[in-house]
């Protein structure tokens, strides 16, 4: 494959069409899409093109079998109107670890970064300054041969498309930890961003909303008795002044903003736990005080207060601290991505 | 919505290019195709159209979040040129079921059994006469709203597509018993026909191809010490005469061929039992001579006769049975789909 893009551009943008001030998550999209596609045992000649609906045989695999993987990271603008990246690289490298747990292709890493650079640079004026403005970049890869046995497809289609964001999350959360239901097991595809995992969580998630809860903690699936993460975050826990997360495994994503948050909170001198969380544990601090924060972290919300908890139908009410570290997380990851302070670990990419 | 179905023909068949002595699964499909969309929180208009390619935009939830669910039954000719369905009342049902978990609308019944029947009716020509030639049925739903936002769709597509098929596998399969990757867990989607499912299952099945293992049989995920069923069967174990599977259960998909297989060997007075089987049993069981037979049930290979099974690195053979219990099912199960014995169990269905 040649690793040259070929772009061809939108005639006219639809840009003057979208209220950047009422956005409603992953509802608008750019003027462009990054494609490539894949036959013949390798990627094809990637393209940019204009935004535009894809045409697939209905017995794509896709359809049948959840053949797909997905990513999503970020774009932001800077006050001198520089758009950064933050650790894409990483982004890749996580959708070829999910691709491979999928029997989907690897997708080469210098057509993604280039094709990415290109498809933000094309679109720069979907990125949106002033903090919380961001462009959600969601790179993906669907099963598209047309054929309905069960197994690896032969053709794929690798797309990025982007869509400009405000925050993610309105307020704190409140959320559910699991008793019943489960998101992964050992030995599954829980530490892949394998698309069936999302819709698996939607019923059980429905049953929280009912209850006056916007999220649910999974717990691991034999005993419910440790948590592991939310839907799309992270999760941690601040027991007097100690920040805790469980540790990830073949049931828990890697979330970039969770590593991102260990990293600045170590080099703050925070003290750190990175050890299996007991649902028991959570309860017994709250009980007796010493639960002062949890907080979601992913890229979509970067950094997300829970304001409360419920288990075996109890609720425990998290008190509102004077000085929260979900706060300063916030704010330091928000000034190296948004280019307002020194990167010291090299984590902003020009585009 | 209106229950009478719209019909456009297609202009022209594409039968005459197919090869029906020569058909690989699931790529070729008949000349029409079953479409009815949900919004506007109901089911609209249902159509049968010639079969095309669909047009989604890249934002469609099914492509991010496997929010889609399938299912698989088949048509059969008689030597009277009469087309039977077999039990179609379960396939709507589960796949009602399998909706529910994914959040995804149930679908009418009336208007399923409708479209099903017009669908194959039209099709007739493709449903072959002859032991092993049938019309492989694919029902399935995905979530079509262009909507990245991780909740469920408020935008559905029912389809119904059809393959003509032979039969599924050839020759007797050698399987391997998973020992670390799994299925499903309790509080998961292991029960439903969730597209997800299937593309996880493909990386450990490509893993023991390479081996020399066509299937894998899964086992629970907590213990890996029970057999619970195969990527696409449920799974009998004869242990001298007696006949014996796994209850069925939220990891488990409640299979149609083997409830019918059930109800067939308790009618001919064969032992039976539901309950839970040990991997050491089953090892034992090979050991002692005591495992006459191992075979997978499904709608797609019907009877599948297992001829060896590895674990940790052992592989045991099973000895050809002169009388196999396999071949007295396949042999009453076809007898009843095809029209050449009584239907005591009211499960044929003439469309
Ligand atoms: C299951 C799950 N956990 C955690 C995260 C957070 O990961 P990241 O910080 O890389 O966005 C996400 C979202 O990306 C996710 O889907
Ligand atoms: C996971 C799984 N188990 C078992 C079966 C067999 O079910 P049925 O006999 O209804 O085809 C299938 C296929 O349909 C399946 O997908």
Redesign the interface.
């Known amino acids: 494959m040649t690793n040259t893009i070929e772009i061809t551009k939108a005639q006219t943008s639809k840009i003057h069409d979208v209220d950047f001030e009422n956005l409603?998550?992953?509802?608008v999209?750019t003027d462009h899409?990054f494609v490539c596609d894949f036959k013949n045992g390798e990627w094809q000649q990637p393209e940019i093109t204009p935004?535009?609906?894809?045409?697939?045989?209905?017995?794509a695999?896709?359809?049948?079998?959840?053949?797909?993987v997905?990513e999503g990271m970020k774009a932001f603008k800077d006050d001198e109107n520089k758009v950064w990246l933050f650790r894409p690289e990483d982004n890749l490298l996580r959708i070829n670890k999910s691709a491979?747990?999928?029997?989907i292709p690897a997708f080469p890493q210098d057509v993604f970064m280039e094709g990415l650079k290109a498809l933000v640079q094309l679109d720069e004026a979907w990125v949106k300054q002033g903090l919380g403005n961001s462009l959600y970049i969601?790179p993906?890869v669907?099963?598209t041969e047309?054929?309905?046995?069960?197994?690896?497809a032969v053709e794929y289609k690798f797309?990025i498309?982007c869509?400009p964001a405000q925050s993610y999350y309105s307020g704190d959360v409140r959320v559910l930890i699991?008793e019943?239901?489960?998101?992964?097991?050992?030995?599954?595809?829980g530490y892949a961003k394998?698309?069936?995992?999302?819709?698996?969580?939607?019923?059980p998630?429905?049953l929280a909303n009912k209850e006056g809860f916007q999220q649910i903690i999974w717990t691991d699936?034999?005993t419910h008795q440790y948590l592991e993460e939310a839907?799309?975050m992270n999760v941690f826990f601040r027991i007097n002044d100690t920040l805790i997360t469980a540790p990830t495994s073949e049931r828990i994503l890697d979330g970039i903003t969770r590593k991102s948050i260990l990293k600045i909170a170590e080099d703050s001198g925070i003290s750190v736990e990175v050890r299996p969380v007991k649902v028991s544990e959570l309860i017994e601090a709250s009980k007796d005080g010493s639960l002062k924060e949890i907080f979601g972290s992913g890229t979509a919300a970067i950094v997300s207060p829970i304001s409360a908890f419920s288990y075996k139908g109890e609720v425990f009410e998290i008190p509102h601290q004077e000085e929260r570290f979900s706060a300063i997380f916030k704010e330091k990851l928000l000034n190296i991505q948004y280019n307002k302070s020194e990167d010291p670990y090299g984590w902003r990419v020009s585009i």
């Open positions: 409603s998550f992953g509802k999209f899409m935004y535009a609906p894809i045409t697939l045989d209905p017995s695999r896709v359809f049948h079998y959840g053949q797909a997905f491979e747990r999928l029997a969601r993906f669907i099963a047309p054929a309905i046995a069960a197994s690896p797309l498309i869509s699991a019943e239901f489960s998101r992964s097991a050992n030995g599954g595809v394998a698309a069936g995992n999302y819709a698996a969580q939607f019923y998630t429905n699936a034999d839907g799309t």
